[in-house]
């Protein structure tokens, strides 16, 4: 099985070949962006996980340029960005259902034995290694705010 930085080269070659535009600058933005944080200084080559943190950053990036876009009324803006992220959610682990996030942090809360929002650090710590790329980040601290919230109510 190629490896991640394989499958974008060649998608990429394939959006050369195809003349789309969208997915050829998304994917040159990645490859742009994956060498960045490979010439930091300390840094190595990525492997597969560190390229998906890599695509994840980008994905909350073209998150928030969403919610700027629409509060600014360019729904046009949005639009692109909304499509870059579907383009850059093809290179992540598939994503969890909502249940599956649901069950995930609700076995991180039973494990840490969290009781209030004040555990909130701990269950945070517990659940990430577990679900690392397959969650956004701000959808796990919403569920955990939820659940811990229901805790102690």
Do not use: F, H, W
């Not at 340029?65 to 850059?88: F, H, P, T």
């Not at 969650?135 to 569920?143: L, T, W």
């Amino acid at each position: 099985m190629p490896t991640l930085k394989e499958r974008i080269d060649a998608d990429l070659k394939d959006a050369m070949r195809s003349k789309n535009e969208l997915t050829l600058s998304v994917l040159r933005m990645l490859k742009s962006a994956v060498k960045y944080k490979e010439v930091e200084p300390g840094a190595s080559a990525l492997d597969d996980a560190g390229i998906e943190k890599v695509i994840a950053g980008l994905i909350k990036q073209r998150r928030d340029s969403v919610d700027q876009y629409k509060s600014g009324g360019r729904d046009d803006l949005a639009k692109k960005e909304e499509d870059e992220i579907s383009i850059l959610q093809n290179y992540l682990p598939k994503q969890l259902s909502a249940d599956e996030l649901r069950t995930e942090v609700a076995a991180a809360i039973a494990a840490v034995g969290a009781k209030s929002a004040k555990d909130m650090g701990a269950v945070m710590k517990a659940v990430q290694p577990k679900i690392q790329g397959r969650a956004e980040g701000r959808a796990v601290s919403e569920e955990v705010k939820a659940q811990l919230a229901k805790l102690s109510s």
